[in-house]
């Protein structure tokens, strides 16, 4: 128990850090991190004549372990590919390699304009053959023959192989995948070189996918006999505030060459309770005999009294416990494995939408591409955890993960803070929508690569629903309809407690393919309407807006005249400035399929309490797909986002949280207040709030009290007043009391900059990273909101700068430059330290002409 109770405790305290160094120390299983002391090279011409054709014999028979229904890859006879390479010998010199730690993506250096790559792909480098070559250092014990040593890979895009002293061990071609490879037979006491290969081409995606391997890298060290990979699989099909059932499957995995009978326990442990690190329930032990080379499964079922139940907030609390699985032999220890949980039902309701045990909840999701803006797509925690702290201020409570599976660690955040979220496996099938993107892979790969996926997230208190594909090509026809009955069926057989959606923008109530699936999931037509015909046609299925809007805009920009409707096509009158690359931030512009908030709000009421909700397209912005300025001399991210590729919300973001967070007292006025040339011109007001009353006043004169415009409205219009500088004050009512104020004041000539820090005490581990935000301001501390100073940022002391951004969509500055423009009066710099770090240090932003400002950090 002290060795349990210790593990625990492990456990609790590493599962935040998991993607630092070694994990706990659980007894039998040892698994450290693999992101240090990388040398890398990228090439554009190929550099070794290897190509992903010429590997793939020897790569598609690690599908086996996940294909069921299909056909298993034979083992290719014969000697592998590339064992001749220079690039895999170990006596192959890499010193003029560049050195990296992982995660890593080559191509978010720059510079935009990367030849071949489409404004789609965010003009960035992501081409190329990619090498990766590391000393991996064995002790004898991981020789001895009793040990399996696997190399576990969270994402690698794309094509990868991997060699291990010369010997190629296999490989996974889809860059969104997770995957394992065994390296126990090459593996030599000392010094080992592995070798990964990575290939990209252009016309690989719609959107910036990285590349490199951008995910965590890990090293398993385990018994011969073990807890296969993923190999826990928690349901707890009966819920109730007195009892939940938990049901596990374990599957024992035996690499050795002799049958082995082991004893299975698992003890299951509240996470966040804190203050006991008692077991609440135990799966009984149970003995089951492994032959050699073969996995064997054995089930198990127990009783949790008064589960503390995992559920969203703010109504809910995701509460998670850890199930401790042991395997033993004669009384030894030969793996030790974890699996976190939550117990909690999930109901899809035709006529309520989603409940979550049996309490309604209201889907206000955004959708979200993998990037992470001017750090790329390298995984990082902090950064990711930063853009979900900011969905939540804005009260979303739902991630769709646009259209790919994420890295491993978005869901155990969306675990911890109650998101939930719709898991998605492909953006298409077998017909592609660019030249080289999934559809090369899916006659081969698609049955492992969605089973892999299911068994890696299935456990996940987080996931409540699994989404097979994105507007796939040719909804109307029957095609798809057979591939979608084919992967839910996958998806079934692999998790039969979640249902199954596909995003339709095409498909009509009488095609094949909503009827194939079990959630109807609408994008952008159910704001038109069409969800009524759906429900008519399918009575029994839950329907949800899985895409929403595309509003777009960039930040604090406004075009006059402003469009008397709520909602206009980018290009009218007043919306955009086609030269500067611009939409305003009235945020009504919608890109001729999508719509403003304020349209999906309405439509989204039209259909309560039945449309479950929406996942909006998209919460922050993203590298690539700048539409409408997607081709040459456009801009390098996108327009989309209700916050802007540096983390800033912009306008938008204000009109989400009045509808999602109905009980934060809120008031947003827009647009600034700085019009020098507009002095007696029209020059609209709109409010954002969730008030009743709105009152708008001008330099002090009221320029009328308006009620809420009807029901799912949130915007209050003054469509007439004229700019006169000075101070514009909004103050909202609830109940004819005041409820929220915003104030926006005409700014000076800009004076300064001032610099604040979103967390001032950040770790010094070298991953950590502390964003700076830069105002532009005058005199008087007013933001200059139309300021665009060249802003340069100096660290002094054990901090670095990684990148810095203003979430302008049209800067072509590289994002490691520490020099960037502002935009609309903000700069954004994101800082950390070199690993081991400790102590202040300060960074400084200059930019001529106006006082320098400064923020001290400390590394802890
Ligand atoms: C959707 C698509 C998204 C994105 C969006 C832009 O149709 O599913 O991936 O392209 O349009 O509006």
């Not at 993998?370 to 201020?393: F, M, P, S, W």
């Not at 039209?606 to 998209?618: M, N, S």
């Amino acid at each position: 128990m002290i060795v349990l109770v210790h593990l625990v405790l492990l456990a609790l305290v590493s599962w935040a850090a998991a993607a630092a160094a070694a994990a706990a120390p659980t007894p039998g299983r040892v698994q450290t991190s693999l992101n240090e002391g990388w040398k890398f090279a990228r090439f554009t011409n190929n550099p070794d004549s290897l190509s992903y054709n010429t590997l793939k014999p020897w790569i598609l028979p690690l599908a086996n372990p996940f294909i069921v229904t299909g056909t298993k890859y034979p083992s290719p006879s014969g000697s592998a590919p590339g064992a001749n390479v220079q690039q895999v010998q170990s006596s192959f010199n890499d010193n003029t390699w560049q050195e990296v730690d992982l995660p890593h993506d080559w191509a978010i250096a720059g510079p935009f304009g990367a030849p071949g790559i489409s404004g789609g792909m965010g003009r960035l480098p992501t081409n190329g053959i990619g090498w990766y070559r590391k000393t991996l250092v064995a002790t004898a014990d991981d020789v001895s023959g009793t040990k399996s040593i696997f190399l576990d890979v969270d994402g690698a895009m794309s094509y990868a192989a991997v060699w291990l002293n010369g010997n190629l061990v296999g490989g996974w071609p889809w860059g969104y995948a997770s995957w394992r490879l065994d390296l126990t037979r090459h593996l030599r006491a000392g010094n080992n070189t592995l070798a990964i290969r990575l290939e990209s081409a252009v016309e690989n995606s719609r959107w910036y996918p990285g590349a490199g391997i951008y995910r965590n890298l890990w090293l398993v060290k385990v018994d011969k006999t073990h807890v296969g990979q993923w190999g826990t699989q928690i349901t707890t099909p009966q819920v109730s505030a007195s009892s939940a059932t938990v049901n596990l499957a374990v599957q024992v995995e035996n690499l050795g060459n002799a049958t082995r009978e082991v004893e299975v326990t698992t003890r299951i442990y509240p996470v966040n309770n804190g203050t006991t690190a008692e077991a609440v329930a135990t799966v009984k032990a149970a003995t089951i005999s492994v032959p050699a080379g073969e996995k064997r499964s054995v089930n198990g079922s127990v009783a949790v009294a008064n589960p503390r139940l995992w559920g969203p907030p703010p109504s809910q609390t995701p509460n998670l416990y850890l199930a401790v699985t042991t395997l033993t032999s004669g009384g030894t220890v030969l793996d030790t494995y974890t699996t976190r949980f939550g117990i909690r039902s999930i109901t899809y309701s035709p006529s309520q939408g989603l409940l979550i045990n049996s309490q309604r909840v209201y889907v206000q999701g955004t959708c979200n591409h993998h990037d992470q803006g001017a750090i790329g797509a390298a995984y990082n925690h902090r950064a990711t955890q930063r853009q979900l702290e900011i969905l939540r201020d804005m009260g979303t409570n739902a991630l769709r993960t646009s259209h790919n599976p994420p890295a491993p660690e978005l869901l155990e955040l969306a675990d911890e803070m109650g998101f939930i979220v719709l898991d998605e496996a492909f953006d298409c099938w077998s017909v592609g929508k660019t030249t080289n993107d999934y559809h090369l892979l899916y006659p081969e790969w698609h049955e492992a690569d969605l089973r892999a996926f299911v068994r890696r997230d299935r456990n996940h208190a987080s996931v409540i629903a699994w989404s097979i594909g994105n507007e796939v090509a040719n909804q109307e026809a029957a095609l798809p309809a057979r591939e979608a009955t084919e992967l839910q069926n996958i998806v079934h057989a692999e998790d039969p407690t979640r249902q199954v959606t596909s995003a339709m923008n095409a498909a009509a109530p009488e095609h094949a393919l909503p009827a194939a699936v079990d959630i109807i999931g609408l994008n952008y037509q159910g704001e038109y309407g069409n969800y009524a015909a759906f429900r008519q046609k399918f009575p029994n299925k839950m329907i949800w807006g899985s895409e929403t809007a595309s509003c777009i805009s960039s930040r604090g920009t406004y075009y006059f005249p402003v469009h008397s409707g709520n909602n206009n096509r980018w290009n009218t009158a007043g919306s955009s400035d086609a030269n500067a690359r611009y939409i305003s931030a009235y945020e009504m512009a919608n890109p001729g399929w999508g719509n403003s908030p304020d349209a999906v709000f309405l439509a989204q009421e039209r259909f309560q309490p039945w449309v479950a909700g929406e996942f909006v397209w998209t919460g922050f912005d993203y590298i690539g797909e700048p539409t409408p300025w997607g081709g040459n001399g456009g801009s390098r991210s996108s327009y989309f986002g209700i916050v802007d590729l540096a983390g800033f919300p912009k306008d938008r973001f204000y009109i989400y949280q009045a509808r999602w967070r109905p009980d934060k007292p809120m008031v947003h006025l827009l647009p600034h207040w700085t019009w020098p040339e507009r002095v007696g011109q029209v020059t609209p007001i709109h409010v954002f709030s969730g008030a009743d009353e709105v009152e708008v006043w001008i330099n002090g004169a009221s320029q009328g009290r308006k009620k809420k415009p009807g029901n799912g409205i949130y915007r209050f219009r003054w469509d007439e007043v004229k700019y006169a500088a000075g101070e514009v004050v909004a103050v909202g009512y609830k109940g004819g009391k005041e409820w929220g104020r915003d104030v926006k004041k005409t700014a000076g000539t800009a004076a300064a900059l001032a610099v604040t820090v979103d967390r001032a005490v950040i770790d010094g581990d070298g991953k950590d990273l502390a964003y700076v935000r830069v105002e532009v301001v005058d005199d008087k501390g007013i933001i200059a909101p139309r300021a665009n100073n060249t802003v340069t940022f100096s660290v002094a002391g054990p901090g670095k700068l990684v990148a810095t951004d203003n979430g302008d969509p049209t800067d072509m500055t590289a994002f490691p430059s520490s020099s960037r423009k502002a935009f609309s009066g903000l700069a954004l710099a994101i800082v950390k330290t070199e690993k081991g770090a400790k102590g202040q240090f300060t960074v400084t932003a200059r930019a001529d002409g106006l006082k320098q400002g400064q923020v001290v950090i400390t590394a802890a």
